[in-house]
C-alpha cells in the first residue's frame, strides 16, 4: 500500500501534519505529546475568545474546539459558552453529532473523545498510545502472515513513531468521522487514517490499507448516504466504498487541489476545498459541473438550510448562497470579520461560525440585508 511514501511519513512525521492550509496553528509539538494526553485541559475565562478550529450544533447545542484540548459548549444557541472539563490537552480538530446520537471530538495525537451528555462530559474512545497498539498488532499480524501491504503500513507506521521523543505514540490527527443510524461508521485522518467501527465507535479497525491510497494522502473528510461511504482528501482524492470488494475505489473529479470537504444526500455529491473550488455530481461521480463561486479563498464549510440552497462558507469569511433550482448564486455577502476555520447551522437562520479569534452566532438575515 505505502511503499512509495516511506519518504513523505518520515520527513513529516515530526510535525505530525501538513494539515489544513488555512489552519496553520495546528502544527503540533510532537515533543510533548504523551505528556498532552494525561494533562488535563487548562480552564480559561475567555474560552468564548479564544481560537476555534471547528464548530458543530444540534438543535440549540453548539460545541467548538481548538487547541490545547479545549472544548466550549452551548445549550442556548450560542448565546453564551461554558467550557467542557476534558481529561487531555491535545490540539483538537473537528467536531461532529453522528447520525447515531452521539457527539465527537478529533484531534492530534490520534485522539477520539465521545460525549452521550451533549459535551457536560467525555470518554476517551482512542489516543495516540491506543491507537499506535492497534495499528501496530493489526499490521504485524498480516505481516507475520506474508501480506506485503502490511508490511509496508506497519514499517511507515514504525518509523513515524520511532522517530519522535515519546514512545509508540501516534502523533497524526483524526480530522473526520461519520456513523450511521446502525452504529457502522469511518473515522479518518493524516497520512491516510482511516478506522472502521461496527458498533458506534466502541471498538475500531485498521482499514488504511482499503483506501485505495497508495501516497497516504491526508483524507479530511466522510460522508455516508444510505450504503454509500464516500473519502475526499489531497490532490483530487475521492473514494467510493465497494462494499462487495470490501475496498474504496477511486472516483475521478477534475480538481487536483485538496478537498477538504463534502457532502452528499440522494441526489448530489459535492465536493468543495483550495481556492474557492467546488464540484458537484448528479450521476455518482461520472460527470461533474463546477459550481463557479468567484472566490480564490478555501471554502471551509458547505450548509443546507430548509429552503434547499447550499451556503459556502470560505476562509475568508464570505458567505456565498447558490440556488441549486436556479443553478447560481443568488446571494452573497463580505461582512464576517476575520477569518473563518468552520461553520454550522443553528436552527435555520442562525449560523456559528468558528474563527481565530474565538465563536460567534450571526443571524442569516441579517447578512443578506
Not at 482524492?237 to 470537504?261: A, C, M, Q, S, V
Not at 480564490?296 to 430548509?306: A, F, G, K, Q, R
Request: aromatic fraction near 10%.
Amino acid at each position: 500500500m505505502y511503499k512509495n511514501n516511506a519518504n513523505k511519513f518520515f520527513l513529516c512525521a515530526i510535525v505530525s501534519s501538513c494539515l489544513m492550509l488555512f489552519s496553520p496553528l495546528l502544527i503540533a509539538d510532537t515533543g510533548m505529546q504523551s505528556d498532552r494526553l494525561d494533562i488535563p485541559a487548562a480552564q480559561s475565562s475567555q474560552v468564548a475568545h479564544t481560537l476555534k478550529l471547528s464548530v458543530a450544533s444540534h438543535k440549540d447545542t453548539v460545541v467548538a474546539v481548538g487547541l490545547r484540548g479545549e472544548v466550549s459548549v452551548s445549550f442556548n444557541a450560542g448565546e453564551s459558552f461554558s467550557q467542557s472539563q476534558v481529561m487531555l490537552s491535545s490540539d483538537l480538530t473537528t467536531t461532529r453529532f453522528t447520525q447515531d446520537g452521539s457527539l465527537w471530538v478529533l484531534g492530534h495525537d490520534a485522539v477520539l473523545l465521545r460525549s452521550n451528555d451533549l459535551g457536560l462530559s467525555w470518554q476517551r474512545v482512542l489516543d495516540g498510545r491506543s491507537t499506535f497498539s492497534m495499528l501496530n498488532d493489526y499490521y504485524q499480524q498480516g505481516s507475520n502472515n506474508g501480506d506485503e501491504e502490511a508490511a509496508y503500513t506497519l514499517r511507515d507506521i514504525k518509523r513515524t513513531v520511532d522517530s519522535l521523543p515519546t514512545a509508540d505514540t501516534l502523533p497524526y490527527p483524526f480530522f473526520d468521522i461519520s456513523i450511521n443510524q446502525y452504529g457502522q461508521g469511518f473515522a479518518v485522518g493524516a497520512f491516510g487514517l482511516l478506522l472502521k467501527t461496527k458498533d458506534g465507535g466502541l471498538s475500531w479497525q485498521p482499514w488504511m490499507e482499503k483506501a485505495n491510497n497508495a501516497w497516504a494522502y491526508h483524507i479530511y473528510a466522510v460522508q455516508q448516504q444510505g450504503d454509500d461511504v464516500y473519502l475526499a482528501g489531497e490532490r483530487g482524492f475521492l473514494r467510493r466504498l465497494n462494499e462487495e470488494k470490501d475496498t474504496f475505489e477511486r472516483i475521478e473529479t477534475p480538481f487536483d487541489g485538496t478537498y477538504f470537504g463534502l457532502f452528499v444526500n440522494e441526489e448530489v455529491i459535492q465536493v468543495y476545498g483550495l481556492r474557492g473550488k467546488v464540484f458537484s455530481s448528479k450521476d455518482g461521480g461520472e460527470n461533474w459541473q463546477e459550481i463557479k463561486l468567484d472566490t480564490d479563498s478555501t471554502v471551509v464549510s458547505m450548509l443546507t438550510p430548509e429552503s434547499g440552497d447550499y451556503i459556502y462558507v470560505t476562509q475568508k469569511g464570505e458567505l456565498i448562497v447558490y440556488s441549486e433550482k436556479e443553478q447560481n448564486i443568488i446571494h452573497a455577502t463580505t461582512k464576517i470579520t476575520g477569518e473563518v476555520t468552520s461553520a454550522a447551522l443553528v436552527g435555520n437562520n442562525k449560523i456559528a461560525l468558528a474563527q481565530y479569534n474565538g465563536i460567534q452566532t450571526v443571524l442569516l438575515s441579517s447578512l443578506f440585508k
